[in-house]
């Protein structure tokens, strides 16, 4: 009965329009105050504690990381680099941008930044070098998708704060799946422009890949501060945050010299706006999932999965068709904070391992970012291109149909996430 009224409160708070945090907060204190004796003190006590985790503080740097990069100038010298690669081929400049966003995906730990930051530079190019728009703006959204796969993660930082999971864990169990995603998405790529005939570059000399491997090197050495930090044991995925903040903003304004001292407090209040956003949409799912451990509600589910029979390939049906409705209707930030509590018992009940079942949420994330009506990338893409919701989705089926390929290798292959926290003494 609990249940049924939670989720009604909280589906018909929502369909009014009202932001999804603070329907997390009313649906809880409105519950609490009808149905329970809960002291309004403990839900103050409870406000405090939940966001009380050292995880939690890698957002704000995360962000501030991924808006000084944005702003400086990196993004451009990265295209650069992935075009002299890989320019060549059919697509050339399409190939590049999938390169370019997983790249710069491993340095801002966003999926909207790495669309904005690539999408911004490449897309105009790629229209003026004879590409359609539709083309550019199919890869552009989907490939961007990779800045919450490819480690650093917010997503997955969100994911560790409901669960309790290993943050490094799961930024080492992106890194295969990531890269393998952006290979199958950058081969849609190949094999839709060379159906197409669409235009290549002239081929790079060695000595020009070498001169924007060198212009982009401080950017990409970010990439070796945060993952060598984290798999050295030299600090934690929370200092490797703070550390790739620092870092970004000495690369911007004393290296690349693209952004000036004056600019940065304007990205200090951009990202401090964003952690709020974000921080208040986590203390609000922080006290949903109190209201649901109180009232007993995963374990009830729990039992009531596994007592119908349901074994692990059926569960993780289940869970990927939930996740991708959801994805129709949130943000991942909602999503993860509001399913993760409830899945996770029931995945843990059945013997899935939670580095792997997190690993499932972020790419089912992924889908949801790429697809209407709230998938961000396309709002994103949308800003940059001028092009209509419903045009860009049709654009963006081929890769997002590759995407849906990739979400059942990930699903029930466990291996592809695992092999690499596993080699490194992380998992089990």
């Known amino acids: 009965m609990s249940t049924a009224i939670i989720?009604?409160?909280?589906?018909?708070?929502?369909?009014?329009?009202?932001?999804?945090?603070?329907?997390?907060?009313?649906?809880?204190?409105?519950?609490?105050?009808?149905?329970?004796?809960?002291?309004?003190?403990?839900?103050?006590l409870k406000l405090f504690t939940g966001i009380e985790k050292f995880e939690i503080m890698?957002?704000?740097?995360?962000?501030?990381?991924?808006?000084?990069?944005?702003?400086?100038?990196?993004?451009?010298?990265?295209?650069?680099?992935?075009?002299?690669?890989?320019?060549?081929?059919?697509?050339?400049?399409?190939?590049?941008?999938?390169?370019?966003?997983?790249?710069?995906?491993?340095?801002?730990?966003?999926?909207?930044a790495t669309v904005v930051a690539i999408g911004s530079i490449l897309?105009?190019?790629?229209?003026?070098?004879?590409?359609?728009?539709?083309?550019?703006?199919?890869?552009?959204?989907?490939?961007?998708?990779?800045?919450?796969?490819?480690?650093?993660?917010?997503?997955?930082?969100?994911?560790?704060?409901?669960?309790?999971?290993?943050?490094?864990?799961?930024?080492?169990?992106?890194?295969?799946?990531?890269?393998?995603?952006?290979?199958?998405?950058?081969?849609?790529?190949?094999?839709?422009?060379?159906?197409?005939?669409?235009?290549?570059?002239?081929?790079?000399?060695?000595?020009?890949?070498?001169?924007?491997?060198?212009?982009?090197?401080?950017?990409?050495?970010?990439?070796?501060?945060?993952?060598?930090?984290?798999?050295?044991?030299?600090?934690?995925?929370?200092?490797?945050?703070?550390?790739?903040?620092?870092?970004?903003?000495?690369?911007?304004?004393?290296?690349y010299k693209?952004?000036?001292?004056?600019?940065?407090?304007?990205?200090?209040?951009?990202?401090?706006?964003?952690?709020?956003?974000?921080?208040?949409?986590?203390t609000n799912a922080v006290l949903f999932s109190f209201l649901m451990t109180h009232e007993n509600i995963p374990q009830q589910m729990a039992d009531a999965m596994i007592g119908t029979g349901v074994g692990m390939i059926g569960f993780l049906i289940i869970a990927n068709i939930l996740l991708l409705i959801a994805g129709n209707f949130m943000e991942p930030s909602s999503i993860v904070l509001i399913l993760a509590p409830i899945l996770f018992p029931i995945a843990m009940k059945l013997g899935i391992d939670p580095v792997h079942f997190g690993i499932i949420m972020v790419v089912n994330m992924e889908v949801g970012m790429c697809h209407p009506p709230v998938g961000l990338n396309l709002y994103v893409a949308s800003g940059i291109t001028k092009m209509g919701i419903t045009e860009l989705t049709i654009a963006t089926w081929p890769w997002l149909l590759t995407m849906l390929v990739f979400l059942v290798l990930v699903t029930y292959w466990p291996a592809l996430s695992l092999a690499l926290p596993r080699a490194l003494g992380m998992v089990v």
Not at 28 to 35: D, I, Q
Not at 68 to 87: D, E, N, Q
Not at 261 to 281: F, R
């Open 58 to 112: 890698a957002i704000p740097f995360f962000i501030l990381a991924g808006n000084f990069l944005t702003h400086g100038g990196v993004a451009k010298r990265m295209i650069r680099f992935a075009t002299s690669m890989v320019g060549h081929w059919h697509g050339g400049l399409g190939l590049g941008g999938v390169l370019a966003c997983a790249l710069f995906a491993a340095v801002s730990g966003s999926s909207p």
């Open 7 to 44: 989720f009604g409160l909280l589906v018909v708070l929502m369909l009014t329009g009202m932001p999804i945090s603070i329907s997390l907060g009313l649906t809880v204190l409105s519950f609490l105050f009808a149905f329970t004796q809960v002291p309004i003190e403990s839900v103050a």
């Open 123 to 255: 897309l105009p190019a790629m229209v003026k070098a004879g590409f359609p728009n539709r083309f550019g703006a199919g890869v552009i959204t989907t490939s961007g998708a990779l800045g919450i796969l490819i480690p650093p993660s917010i997503v997955m930082v969100m994911y560790s704060v409901s669960t309790n999971t290993s943050v490094g864990a799961l930024f080492m169990a992106g890194v295969v799946p990531g890269l393998l995603l952006a290979f199958f998405l950058g081969f849609t790529t190949w094999y839709r422009a060379k159906k197409f005939n669409y235009p290549r570059q002239p081929k790079a000399t060695w000595a020009e890949r070498g001169k924007a491997l060198r212009e982009s090197i401080w950017g990409l050495l970010l990439i070796v501060i945060v993952m060598g930090g984290i798999y050295s044991g030299m600090f934690t995925p929370t200092e490797a945050a703070a550390m790739s903040a620092v870092w970004a903003f000495i690369t911007a304004v004393f290296i």
């Open 258 to 282: 693209d952004m000036g001292l004056k600019d940065v407090p304007k990205v200090l209040l951009s990202s401090a706006n964003m952690s709020a956003m974000l921080l208040y949409i986590i």
